[in-house]
């Protein structure tokens, strides 16, 4: 039995059901809202975190413990490459986008606007999301800068870092926060890797009370 305790549009979340459809791992959904505290989930993971992956008896927190996990028991389809400096750059991105991008985008964008609705937690702050707003466009000319060099973001093939950059930026464009002009080659980036099969339940996903833009599902956008 296995089961991700997850919430729609938490972008860690997402970049481990990334892995999980890539890896053509089944595994049952569990939408958890950690703002409730709910006692049986803090008894997984004390930190009251998404997301949490329980296989049987065996409970995994921490979005990157839960990939390297992933990967050292299935490691096919590899989202690692076998050189170690290819595998630190992987790393290294994958780090950027989940701690760097998180912090000065994501916290002030989606979790100003959707979060705080979703928790009954107050008011968006206009300052947060002008700072996201701001922020968000040197990160996007990082990708295309990547992309100029590179097939994918690490090198020459998808990795674990393709998929914690997508992550984030689909929980984004789920509320219109990406603008796709800006970059063409980030605009073919997202779209190659928004068309592979491993997107499509996260294509699927609807919060309540936030429609998501026209183009979000649209795989020739």
């Not at 947060?128 to 973001?153: S, V």
Request: proline share 7%; glycine share 4%; hydrophobic share 40%.
């Amino acid at each position: 039995m296995r089961r991700l305790y997850h919430q729609p549009l938490s972008p860690f979340c997402r970049k481990i059901r990334l892995v999980l459809a890539e890896k053509k791992i089944e595994v049952e959904l569990v939408e958890e809202r950690p703002w409730e505290r709910r006692m049986d989930f803090l008894r997984m993971n004390p930190a009251g975190q998404v997301p949490v992956l329980r296989i049987d008896d065996l409970v995994l927190a921490d979005s990157t413990a839960i990939f390297e996990y992933l990967e050292e028991t299935h490691p096919e389809p590899p989202l690692l490459p076998k050189s170690p400096a290819l595998r630190a750059e992987a790393r290294r991105l994958a780090a950027w986008f989940d701690d760097k991008f998180h912090n000065e985008v994501t916290a002030n964008l989606l979790y100003e606007r959707v979060n705080k609705k979703l928790a009954k937690s107050g008011y968006p702050e206009s300052e947060r999301i002008k700072a996201g707003t701001r922020n968000i466009k040197y990160h996007l000319d990082y990708i295309g800068w990547l992309m100029d060099h590179r097939r994918w973001l690490a090198g020459d093939m998808l990795t674990i870092a393709d998929f914690a950059a997508a992550a984030h930026l689909s929980c984004l464009d789920y509320v219109s926060d990406v603008d796709w002009a800006r970059n063409a080659g980030v605009h073919e980036w997202y779209a190659k890797i928004k068309s592979r099969p491993a997107f499509r339940s996260i294509l699927a996903d609807l919060v309540p009370g936030f429609t998501p833009p026209q183009h979000y599902a649209d795989l020739d956008f």
